[in-house]
């Protein structure tokens, strides 16, 4: 069986060149918006890697935004600005000569709501975390949790941390509604689950990971959440990477058109941002 939503052709779809922005804005953070040429691909061969200089604008609640400029590799633009709170609705222009002139638009959500967060172990290496949360019924909320764990060597005092993985299986094509198959992407190399709170009825999520900290007497374990509220732009883009990552009829020329989606009004790229909270470190033992 083969199934496809739309037709198109690639030499149809434009020739111009235009104007790339990515940028996820974090409460509270440093904020960077990167800014490069897209080639369309059907002039892929002939590459223009010759710098752009673009007219920048970023405004937050209608006030104009200071900040500094640095060039990047492929000829692109970085913009580095200070941290935003949450509330904070930002606009953003960019016009380069020869390109569309692009927009873009995003609030800075809340803090994740108010919740609690219990741990369990399945067996040896995979574990479970439920998180329960307050959410306002009248609006339409998207969310995204990391689990992350530290460990500490008590004889040297090294200490690092990192993302556990989703659990095996998870990505599998499986025509069962309750399976379990999460939203899970990457971001800044962490493993994020995400969902939206109409997913779940009762204002709980469950994440299933594989733990890969080290074993052994001499190391201390801990593990923690951050809890993500994202604004839909953000959300909707961390989407469509799942939809590249894990569409397993890729291999096979398959493809769903939603991996496209972006909210750079006549370009291409993201701009959308989040807040982030983090809960208190549990430490691992032997019951967890």
């Given at each position: 069986?083969?199934?496809?939503?739309?037709?198109?052709?690639?030499?149809?779809?434009?020739?111009?060149?235009?104007?790339?922005?990515?940028?996820?804005?974090?409460?509270?953070?440093?904020?960077?918006?990167?800014?490069?040429?897209?080639?369309?691909?059907?002039?892929?061969?002939?590459?223009?890697?010759?710098?752009?200089?673009?007219?920048?604008?970023?405004?937050?609640?209608?006030?104009?935004?200071?900040?500094?400029?640095?060039?990047?590799?492929?000829?692109?633009?970085?913009?580095?600005?200070?941290?935003?709170?949450?509330?904070?609705?930002?606009?953003?222009?960019?016009?380069?000569?020869?390109?569309?002139?692009?927009?873009?638009?995003?609030?800075?959500?809340?803090?994740?709501?108010?919740?609690?967060?219990?741990?369990?172990?399945?067996?040896?290496?995979?574990?479970?975390?439920?998180?329960?949360?307050?959410?306002?019924?009248?609006?339409?909320?998207?969310?995204?949790?990391?689990?992350?764990?530290?460990?500490?060597?008590?004889?040297?005092?090294?200490?690092?941390?990192?993302?556990?993985?989703?659990?095996?299986?998870?990505?599998?094509?499986?025509?069962?509604?309750?399976?379990?198959?999460?939203?899970?992407?990457?971001?800044?190399?962490?493993?994020?689950?995400?969902?939206?709170?109409?997913?779940?009825?009762?204002?709980?999520?469950?994440?299933?990971?594989?733990?890969?900290?080290?074993?052994?007497?001499?190391?201390?374990?801990?593990?923690?959440?951050?809890?993500?509220?994202?604004?839909?732009?953000?959300?909707?883009?961390?989407?469509a990477w799942y939809d590249q990552?894990?569409?397993?009829?890729?291999?096979i020329g398959f493809f769903s058109?939603?991996?496209?989606?972006?909210?750079?009004?006549?370009?291409?790229?993201?701009?959308?941002?989040?807040?982030?909270?983090?809960?208190?470190?549990?430490?691992?033992?032997?019951?967890?």
């Open positions: 069986m083969t199934g496809c939503r739309y037709s198109f052709e690639l030499s149809d779809i434009g020739l111009e060149s235009r104007l790339c922005v990515r940028s996820f804005v974090c409460a509270d953070s440093s904020v960077t918006v990167t800014v490069h040429r897209a080639i369309p691909i059907t002039d892929a061969a002939n590459t223009d890697t010759s710098r752009i200089s673009p007219m920048f604008s970023l405004k937050c609640n209608g006030s104009e935004v200071e900040g500094s400029q640095s060039d990047i590799d492929r000829g692109g633009v970085k913009y580095n600005m200070e941290a935003f709170k949450p509330g904070d609705l930002l606009e953003l222009s960019v016009e380069e000569e020869g390109m569309k002139r692009v927009t873009a638009s995003t609030v800075i959500p809340d803090l994740f709501p108010d919740c609690t967060t219990e741990f369990h172990k399945y067996d040896q290496w995979n574990r479970g975390a439920l998180i329960k949360y307050e959410d306002d019924p009248e609006t339409e909320d998207f969310y995204g949790a990391i689990v992350m764990t530290s460990t500490t060597n008590t004889e040297t005092g090294l200490t690092w941390s990192g993302s556990e993985p989703p659990a095996s299986g998870h990505d599998n094509l499986n025509i069962d509604y309750n399976a379990y198959s999460p939203v899970v992407t990457q971001l800044n190399g962490d493993y994020m689950f995400i969902w939206k709170d109409s997913d779940e009825e009762d204002n709980e999520y469950e994440i299933r990971y594989i733990h890969n900290g080290m074993s052994g007497e001499i190391y201390k374990k801990f593990t923690y959440m951050k809890l993500f509220k994202l604004s839909e732009e953000m959300y909707r883009t961390l989407c990552g894990y569409n397993i009829f890729t291999y058109p939603s991996a496209c989606y972006t909210n750079i009004n006549n370009g291409v790229g993201y701009f959308g941002s989040c807040s982030v909270r983090y809960t208190e470190p549990v430490e691992i033992t032997n019951e967890f």
